[in-house]
């Protein structure tokens, strides 16, 4: 089983509609939780960090839920610019700053 | 404020040769862990640097190597390439070895023929 899961997509979402996905996780003594975006073929940028209490920015917000392992990202009022991968990052405490990535979930936002 | 830079950007390689990527990272930031990205794929973990020691390894063989530099620049090494070395390499850097978060660089796209 792999450590973190996602949804590979695509979820192809009408311009200011409303998209959220999930995440997975395997260890439960995961720590910090993350979301990056990935633009085609560029580097992964941070998005946002996912706090226990949950946290929003702007248009997107994240949860954790730790008793059943998985952190979600919502986006809404969809834009053509959030068109990219959204990767899914834990860290975990035995080994910090090794980030463990998902595949990512592939958003296409159409006009 | 220079961002996290890599060099080169493109590289081609033939089967069994050597290469050398290189890091600079983001100014104030002394930790760079190095990431291979295959097509299609979320970043590998390769190793992280940190006080010109390599502190963590992920599961990759010992054809990949690398160094920190007194600036905190790195440079991955990998010897006796194969077409499955052919990935995106991503550097990140941060400050510390823990929760902090990773800033990544452009990346080096390594192409093995």
């Known amino acids: 089983r792999k450590e973190v899961e996602q949804d590979p997509g695509p979820f192809n979402v009408p311009e200011g509609a409303t998209v959220a996905f999930n995440c997975t996780y395997s260890n439960s003594a995961s720590q910090s939780f993350f979301w990056y975006r990935q633009d085609c073929r560029k580097e992964p940028k941070l998005l946002m960090s996912v706090y226990s209490s949950g946290n929003e920015d702007g248009r997107f917000t994240a949860q954790l839920n730790r008793a059943s392992q998985y952190i979600s990202l919502l986006i809404r009022d969809s834009k053509l610019s959030d068109s990219a991968t959204y990767l899914c990052?834990?860290?975990?405490?035995?080994?910090?700053?090794?980030?463990?990535f998902g595949a990512g979930t592939q958003v296409v936002v159409t006009p | 404020d220079a961002g996290v830079t890599q060099s080169p950007t493109h590289l081609i390689k033939t089967r069994g040769q050597q290469v050398t990527l290189r890091c600079s990272p983001k100014?104030?930031?002394?930790?760079v862990s190095w990431y291979q990205q295959a097509l299609g794929q979320g970043p590998q973990f390769i190793f992280q640097?940190?006080?010109?020691?390599?502190?963590q390894r992920g599961n990759f063989p010992d054809r990949f190597s690398g160094h920190q530099f007194p600036n905190y620049s790195s440079e991955l090494n990998v010897n006796a390439l194969l077409l499955g070395d052919s990935a995106l390499y991503l550097c990140?850097?941060?400050f510390g070895r823990g929760q902090e978060t990773q800033y990544f660089g452009p990346g080096t796209r390594l192409l093995v023929l």
């Open positions: 990052v834990v860290n975990m405490p035995d080994s910090w700053g090794k980030l463990q």
């Open positions: 100014s104030g930031h002394d930790t």
């Open positions: 990140a850097s941060s």
């Open positions: 640097y940190y006080e010109e020691e390599e502190r």
